[in-house]
């Protein structure tokens, strides 16, 4: 033992510990990718450390199909294929077969896309996979299911104001990109109402079928037999069109100070401003500069300022939201109490303008570096991830040698670069500020007078209605 503890002894301090150089490649997707004799892609890759198969399909089109009178219908779609049973099977049935089979299945559907999952044993994979596609193939949308399910979404609308995040989020989408683009359209209890079994099955019928979907396929399998089994599973189910790509916000953001008025002990804020898109030149330096402002935890300026030299906030961070067909957006949000929101927007505020004015440190462009470039496996992390990865990337044209070559264009950022794009992307006067909160106590600022929400845009500042939670239409400002 003694031997053993000097050769491998311990530094007598964490920053004396020696690691070896970071040796990954990223995986190559052409060796996952196959394709069905229909032109269906498939991505597979074998893991045969459990007696398992996961099967995810993603399909193109999710709220962004949604009908302007339906907002949420693909949701609730992908929700019903799930749960209102599947071919002749009623949905009971149907829930007690799986159970019987230990079978995982679940649709779900977000902005852009739909998917489909599916987790099952080996020895039960053939009927499995069966039950899957009659389940994504013949939906039942069973009536009273549909009923229960409504009537859910109904008592969830009714919460919509007693959470002040969830009318910062909603608000602050709908000054982004309009409330009647898909990013910030939300259901009315009228909507829910009038959904139907016919609307169901019209959306149903533009999103789920092979001519729309990608097929990931990780687990204990041959990869030669699989897509034999997905060739049989596939056969017969009509191919149609692709789905139509997101539309393209119209609106576009008003600078300025905005407030929601509500009565609670802390503020909550967003400030921000349309931002690029996913593959936009610039996105790789701006990445990391985000990093540095404020989306490297403890390490980030604002994290440092706001929290930990001043205590004005528990938690503060910015978001870069990526789009691939249009801006996305550039965000700072904190909750903090209602006299000291002022002190902390000004502080945000003064962080934005001072890393646009000077050229960050040699620490915090080498931490914000190893960070992206140290924590890059974890998207390879497991095969189901992988193949996420990939069936994302052809989705969305991505760059056949982004992945390969990431890491050295990050290695490649000067500050220069951070500057640059700091300049360029980051003008506090195109920005807006949203608050949530009781304007009466925030507006004059701390006691110290050290900040007033006086100071932003001139001391300019419109109130925004709070929204009645089942019709969305404005309530009468207080």
């Known amino acids: 033992m003694l031997c053993l503890s000097q050769a491998f002894a311990i530094p007598p301090r964490p920053e004396a510990i020696e690691f070896q150089p970071l040796d990954f490649k990223p995986p190559r997707a052409a060796d996952f990718r196959r394709m069905l004799s229909d032109g269906t892609i498939v991505y597979v890759a074998e893991s045969h450390e459990f007696p398992l198969v996961n099967i995810s399909i993603t399909f193109k089109g999710g709220d962004s199909l949604d009908p302007a009178v339906a907002p949420g219908l693909a949701s609730v779609m992908a ?7 599947a071919g002749d099977m009623t949905p009971s ?3 007690e077969t799986l159970d019987f089979l230990a079978t995982e299945m679940s649709v779900s559907s977000g902005n852009t896309f739909t998917t489909a999952r599916m987790n099952s044993l080996v020895d039960n994979l053939d009927e499995s ?3 899957f596609v009659t389940m994504l193939r013949k939906p039942a949308f069973d009536k009273r299911r549909l009923e229960v399910a409504k009537a859910r979404l109904l008592e969830s609308l009714k919460q919509r104001n007693d959470n002040a995040s969830s009318i910062l989020a909603r608000e602050w989408k709908a000054m982004l990109y309009g409330r009647k683009h898909f990013e910030a359209s939300q259901p009315t209890a009228l ?9 169901l099955q019209a959306i149903h019928a533009q999103i789920i079928h092979p001519g729309n979907m990608i097929v990931a396929v990780s687990g204990d399998f041959a990869v030669e037999e699989m897509l034999q089994k997905l060739e049989t599973a596939f056969a017969g189910w009509e191919r149609g069109p692709v789905a139509s790509d997101p539309k393209i916000p119209e609106a576009e953001l008003v600078p300025g100070l905005y407030y929601v008025q509500k009565k609670i002990p802390q503020g909550k804020v967003v400030l921000g401003k349309r931002g690029i898109v996913r593959d936009d030149p610039d996105a790789i330096p701006l990445l990391l500069l985000n990093e540095i402002l404020g989306a490297g935890g403890f390490t980030s300026r604002l994290m440092q300022k706001v929290r930990s030299n001043e205590g004005l906030a528990y938690s503060v961070r910015s978001i870069l939201s990526q789009r691939v067909d249009y801006p996305g957006a550039f965000q700072a949000t904190f909750e903090s109490k209602n ?3 002022a002190l902390a927007t000004k502080i945000v505020l003064g962080e934005i303008a ?4 000077q050229p960050v440190t040699d620490e915090e462009i080498e931490v914000a570096k190893q960070g992206l470039i140290e924590t890059f496996p974890r998207q390879f992390e497991s095969k189901p991830t992988t193949l996420q990865v990939f069936v994302n ?4 044209n991505r760059p056949e040698d982004y992945w390969r070559t990431f890491r050295e264009k990050v290695r490649l950022v000067t500050k220069d670069d951070l500057l640059r794009v700091a300049k360029k992307h980051l003008d506090p006067s195109q920005m807006a500020i949203l608050v949530v909160g009781d304007w009466e106590a925030i507006a004059p600022g701390d006691l110290e007078g050290r900040a007033t929400m006086k100071e932003f845009f001139g001391g300019e500042v419109k109130q925004l209605p709070l929204r009645d939670p089942l019709t969305l239409e404005p309530l009468p400002l207080d």
């Open 191 to 199: 909507s829910i109402e009038a959904m139907s079994r016919e609307q």
């Open 339 to 341: 006299p000291t929101v």
């Open 393 to 396: 990337d052809e989705w969305t």
């Open 129 to 131: 996979l069966k039950l």
């Open 354 to 357: 001072l890393i646009r004015q």
């Open 93 to 95: 049935t149907f829930d």
């Open 79 to 85: 929700r019903m294929v799930r749960e209102g049973g």
